[in-house]
């Protein structure tokens, strides 16, 4: 299994763009999670779908960000519009369980993202 | 709410046994995880406990739970160059939401 894939690894944009993330998650998976990591505050969970279905959005920042996950296999993180404040490194995650009993996530390799 | 607490850095030198602490405050909790992230990578799971233990080893790693105290720790032993990385503790959210929540990480450096 090619494990949770993000696009794009890197990505640099100005202040007032929209930016788009991307996550395919581990097939047949349940759950998605979409975690922001930064010097300051550390992992920080945005949101996260159980059966494509938003459950906690509770850490999204405010109503600049959206998420999305159409399907199963597809989810993306929208900002619009970015500030340099979002810069951070983005991390999908995908746990087979939907946290049921004993939640085991699998991250992908995170999307590195600067706002100028 | 929910808070997971651990010291931010730690030096050994390779060969010697590492022990990095984590204080949790969800007394409902029922696993405690370690997830480690390597430099320009996710985190990946390094291993869990059940709340009903009180040690868990797998191979060179070793958890210990201290339940009335909320205390969790790993430790490494004969930790070598390759084990330097940021280690995660993270607890599953003991309410309807069953979300993990991550402590601040620490960050290993192995010294040769």
């Known amino acids: 299994d090619a494990g949770v894939i993000q696009s794009p690894r890197h990505e640099v944009t100005e202040m007032g763009q929209e930016v788009t993330l991307r996550c395919k998650p581990i097939?047949?998976?349940?759950?998605l999670f979409w975690y922001r990591q930064t010097m300051m505050r550390g992992l920080e969970l945005l949101i996260y779908?159980?059966?494509?279905?938003?459950?906690?959005d509770s850490g999204m920042p405010e109503d600049r960000f959206s998420a999305k996950m159409p399907n199963a296999s597809f989810s993306t993180l929208k900002i619009q519009p970015s500030e340099p404040r979002d810069s951070a490194v983005y991390f999908c995650?995908?746990?087979?369980?939907?946290?049921?009993?004993?939640?085991?996530?699998?991250f992908g390799s995170g999307t590195q993202l600067s706002v100028l | 709410g929910e808070d997971v607490e651990q010291s931010l850095f730690l030096s050994v030198r390779e060969g010697d046994s590492s022990v990095i602490n984590c204080t949790y405050t969800d007394s409902s909790s029922t696993y405690l995880y370690w997830y480690k992230q390597e430099p320009g990578a996710g985190l990946q799971l390094l291993t869990y406990?059940?709340?009903?233990?009180d040690m868990k080893q797998d191979q060179r790693l070793t958890v210990l739970l201290n339940k009335k105290d909320k205390h969790l720790s790993l430790r490494i032993a004969d930790t070598q160059t390759g084990d330097s990385a940021i280690y995660f503790c993270?607890?599953?959210?003991?309410?309807?939401?069953?979300?993990?929540?991550f402590g601040t990480g620490t960050l290993l450096a192995v010294q040769p």
């Open positions: 406990i059940f709340s009903n233990m």
């Open positions: 995650a995908s746990s087979p369980q939907g946290g049921v009993t004993n939640e085991k996530l699998f």
């Open positions: 993270a607890e599953r959210d003991g309410g309807a939401t069953n979300k993990l929540i």
């Open positions: 779908f159980n059966n494509n279905v938003p459950i906690d």
């Open positions: 097939s047949g998976h349940n759950s």
